[in-house]
């Protein structure tokens, strides 16, 4: 059970993997000790999955990032899911309840890039039957 130490502890690191767990301990008026205990407990309770980086795209050359829905047919969701991930322009990956079947995050050099990946990656993937892009414009939270 968690504990509200714990959820400032994932409040922290979530906001900043790499805060020094002395400033989290000054912070929550305990140990460094307790807070290496607690730390390692998440982490062996599945809480902390892992510890990661944001990265800007554009930076990288990425000036498009879309948000795209995967429709398929209901036989090759599975399927298309497995192939998507082999995709290094596909950053992040779900399977959803809601207007789509699969929603990624695609990150694209520029329009003729994201057009190429939507009609002749994704859109030649054996089941898909639609692909549906909305492209960020800006970055709010």
């Known amino acids: 059970m968690l504990d509200e130490r714990d959820r400032m502890i994932?409040?922290?690191?979530?906001?900043?993997?790499?805060?020094p767990f002395t400033e989290i301990a000054k912070k929550l008026g305990i140990s460094e000790t307790a807070v290496r205990k607690r730390v390692r407990a998440l982490e062996e309770e599945g809480v902390?999955?892992?510890?990661?980086?944001?990265?800007?795209?554009?930076?990288?050359?990425y000036t498009l990032v879309?948000?795209?829905?995967?429709?398929?047919?209901?036989?090759?969701?599975?399927?298309?899911a497995e192939e998507l991930k082999k995709f290094d322009f596909?950053?992040?990956l779900y399977l959803t309840s809601g207007d789509h079947m699969i929603m990624t995050e695609i990150w694209a050099?520029?329009?003729q890039d994201?057009?190429?990946?939507?009609?002749?990656?994704?859109?030649k993937l054996e089941g898909v039957t639609k692909v549906c892009p909305a492209i960020i414009l800006e970055r709010l939270k």
């Open 114 to 123: 994201l057009s190429d990946i939507l009609s002749k990656k994704i859109g």
């Open 48 to 61: 902390i999955e892992q510890y990661t980086i944001k990265v800007n795209p554009a930076k990288l050359g």
């Open 90 to 92: 596909v950053k992040e």
């Open 66 to 80: 879309s948000l795209t829905g995967v429709d398929t047919l209901p036989e090759r969701i599975f399927i298309v």
């Open 109 to 111: 050099k520029d329009g």
């Open 10 to 19: 994932i409040d922290m690191l979530t906001k900043d993997a790499r805060t």
